[in-house]
């Protein structure tokens, strides 16, 4: 009754319940509809609640077909747009708009971050999702003595669990990329998005625990004395042991 009926197919048993959703020709019109709806507010920063829906539907059935994985990569798109547009806007705004415009880009880098908790993880999509955790973390961070609304601020919380809860689901894939030295300047162009003076021949290195488990947590020293760390796991960053609005 609980998990439906049960099916034997020789090797493995397979179970019908929610399942039966991404059978036939189902699967085809929820997906086209996703990119349908994609495209309508493609213009519309305004209607990110409409993009966190969306979000949410195609990582459920992420979960079983790639094809909806192509479905978050084009929703990351168009937030990639959208934080693009709030950055040309924070260029002529007065103090408490860009505040909001940084709240703003704070969700939408949140929400991006979520169009990576399905699929396998490439080099790029690594290099990617840095920046957006980074950014997640701190963008909204840079001014605390500025006022805004309650609803963006309520908003931005309600995006950062969810980001935290796909970064638990992930964390491992991440650190087992990042053990690749290739992919580590990644790191470097991650902490870069914060603290642009930083250099870019930096060595990272893991901070591995006593028990000999290694930490979501990078390290790397400059040529000038300078210690650089970043958690890929929270976006936080620190550079001499102050984050960068201390800096």
């Known amino acids: 009754y609980h998990i439906g009926e ?8 397979e179970t019908v319940w929610k399942t039966d959703l991404i059978k036939g020709d ?5 997906e086209e509809e996703l990119q349908s709806l994609g495209s309508e507010i493609a ?10 829906m969306l979000i949410d539907i195609a990582r459920y059935f992420a979960q079983w077909t790639d094809q909806f994985v192509a ?33 703003k880009m704070a969700i939408f880098n949140n929400l ?23 950014q997640a973390e701190n963008k909204a961070k840079l001014t605390s003595n500025i006022t805004v609304q309650k609803f963006w601020t309520d908003q931005l919380k309600m995006v950062t669990a969810m980001r935290h809860q796909t970064l ?15 992919i580590r300047p990644s ?7 914060l603290i642009t003076d930083v250099p870019p021949d930096l060595v990272w290195h893991s901070i591995i625990y006593e028990s000999g488990v290694i930490s979501s947590c990078f390290a790397a020293k400059s040529s000038n004395g300078n210690n650089y760390y970043i958690n ?11 984050p960068p609005s201390h800096l």
Not at 234 to 240: A, K, P, Q, S, W
């Open 232 to 242: 890929a796991m929270n976006g936080i960053v620190l550079c001499n042991g102050d």
């Open 168 to 182: 638990s689901c992930r964390i491992n894939d991440i650190v087992d990329k990042l053990q690749n030295l290739e």
């Open 26 to 30: 189902l699967l085809t019109v929820i």
């Open 43 to 52: 213009e519309k920063p305004s209607e990110f609640g409409t993009m966190i």
């Open 71 to 103: 479905v978050l990569r084009s929703l990351l798109k168009i937030l990639e747009n959208w934080i693009l547009d709030c950055e040309n806007q924070i260029e002529s705004g007065t103090s408490n708009e860009n505040m909001t415009l940084r709240i």
């Open 112 to 134: 991006a971050v979520l169009c990576f908790s399905e699929g396998v993880l490439t080099n790029e999509d690594i290099e990617k999702l840095l920046k957006f955790v980074v």
């Open 187 to 193: 790191l470097t162009e991650a902490v870069k998005s």
């Open 6 to 13: 049960l099916k034997d197919n020789g090797s493995t048993v």
